[in-house]
């Protein structure tokens, strides 16, 4: 208990607990403590995060808390524990997804450009590069394919290692309907037709989540203002019927 309320006091001085995750980063993945070590790392870091703040609501201090000997101390470990396990479970996952949304919402943009290069004669590994040098979510894995090509690889096997590092659906056609391009050297008809449904697509989505947050909100306006109304009139004549 000593050596953790040290810790505590260290993590107190340093002002924020990221310190301590971006200080022992290469202890917990190099290090010989392995596991043990990635444990410590966790609670000192659940410590810093979450039992300074459960503290102050608590009115207690976070290192009175954590030595208490009614039990609650090793509840809040364990507690604090649990939530950076969720945090650093849930955090990649949904940063994945939101960068796969951005990436499917400027996919339609991606194809057009594709097809202008290809239009004008650029070759398709060409292509590739500059769609790489693009700022758009999608360039760094199209950067890693053109890479792979200039190592020797095939067309269809670098779009097909980028096709297997995603779960879109609409990238997985796109990467399909390019590879197929390359390989029958057909025009960019496809490419063009494919972008107009998927800004189809997106605009329909689009149009849907307007009319829910249309309905969202007349169902707000009547729980917020029509139904206190309603009770305000009530109250004020019930007694006069009863009467």
Known sequence: RGGHGHRIRELRGRGVAVNAF????EEVVH???????LVGFAG????GVFLEPLGAVLGRDAEELFQADDGRGGH????????????LLIAPRAYASRRTRQAEAELPFLLRE???????GLPFEKMLSKIAARKYVASPEFLRAHQDIKSGATVQSALYGFSLSTSSISIKRSLMLLSSI??????????????EELSSAQLSYTRMQSARLALLSIVFIATSALLPSFFSVYSAVFPLLSS
């Open 44 to 47: 000192e870091f659940g410590v």
């Open 76 to 87: 809040a470990a364990i507690l604090s524990f649990a939530l950076v396990f969720a945090l």
């Open 22 to 25: 971006l200080q022992r980063d």
């Open 114 to 120: 594709s097809a202008v290069y290809l239009d004008i």
């Open 31 to 37: 290090g010989d403590g392995g596991f043990e070590a």
């Open 182 to 195: 390359y390989e029958a050297g057909s025009g960019t008809e496809a490419l063009k037709r494919t972008a």
